[in-house]
């Protein structure tokens, strides 16, 4: 997850309160903590791990980039913090009663080995959620580049082996190839209010394929990037923040 290197701050002044509109959806997902072992995998900047540990749960983040472990590490210092990334979890099997990953399948090169390697942290029996965007903040920032008569940041697929239909139906599906069993997959839509400034961080700190785009541009170009940006801004504004709608799929299952 090269493209994640050293955006934390960026990531924490952006898209991190966007990422924490599945939390209910989550928490709901996982039931009642019961003061039960939980591992939160690609856990960011830890804004999820600790809301998860203020419901009772005994949350452990487990986070690849170093950048957003200093930030969790410095927000919740007495949140338990791992480095290690889907699907080579340092982690013996069957240790969690409960294992989520939000927001991370859609970037991991092997998302079934992914499926899998959370299931094999888990305790047989327990509960998995996941989420993955089937509609994603990408939308923007190609109306962005279209305006800007720029070609569009060009994400990067998956080969055909690997991918998975991303959709809710194909979350599930690519799931229970992934080894999860009883898999119910919902997808939830809602309006990110955000203010100009935090989707400029966005992009301005190189953050996802947006932001790897802007910064690859000249300085002509970038001026024409940030005139399209505003104009568009302006067009969604309501007052001073920027309403934009999102769906991502959140799905539940149990580990074998």
């Known amino acids: 997850m090269s493209k994640w290197r050293g955006v934390g701050r960026a990531y924490e002044a952006s898209y991190a309160s966007l990422c924490a509109g599945t ?59 791992i480095d290690g990334a889907l699907p080579g979890l340092p982690i013996p099997t069957g240790a969690y009663d409960a294992v989520a990953a939000n927001f991370v399948l859609n970037h991991v090169p092997d998302p079934r080995a992914a499926a899998r390697e959370m299931a094999r942290v888990a305790k047989p029996g327990a509960a998995l959620v996941a989420s993955v965007w089937t509609l994603s903040p990408s939308w923007f920032w190609a109306a962005v580049c279209e305006r800007a008569g720029l070609p569009a940041a060009a994400g990067q697929r998956l080969p055909a082996d690997k991918d998975f239909e991303r959709t809710a139906t194909g979350f599930g599906r690519m799931l229970a190839e992934g080894g999860w069993h009883s898999v119910e997959v919902t997808e939830l839509t809602w309006s990110w209010e955000a203010s100009p400034e935090a989707l400029w961080a966005s992009v301005a700190g190189g953050v996802a394929s947006a932001g790897a785009l802007y910064l690859s541009l000249s300085g002509h170009d970038r001026s024409r990037f940030r005139e399209a940006f505003d104009h568009l801004c302006d067009e969604f504004s309501v007052g001073d923040r920027i309403e934009l709608e999102h769906t991502a799929a959140v799905a539940v299952g149990l580990a074998r």
Do not use: F, K, N, Y
């Open 23 to 81: 939390a209910d959806a989550i928490l709901a997902g996982l039931g009642p903590a019961g003061s039960r072992t939980l591992l939160d995998v690609g856990a960011g900047t830890g804004a999820l791990a600790a809301r998860l540990a203020d419901a009772g749960w005994l949350v452990t983040a487990c986070e690849p980039e170093p950048s957003m472990r200093e930030i969790c590490a410095d927000r919740h210092p007495s949140l338990p913090l």
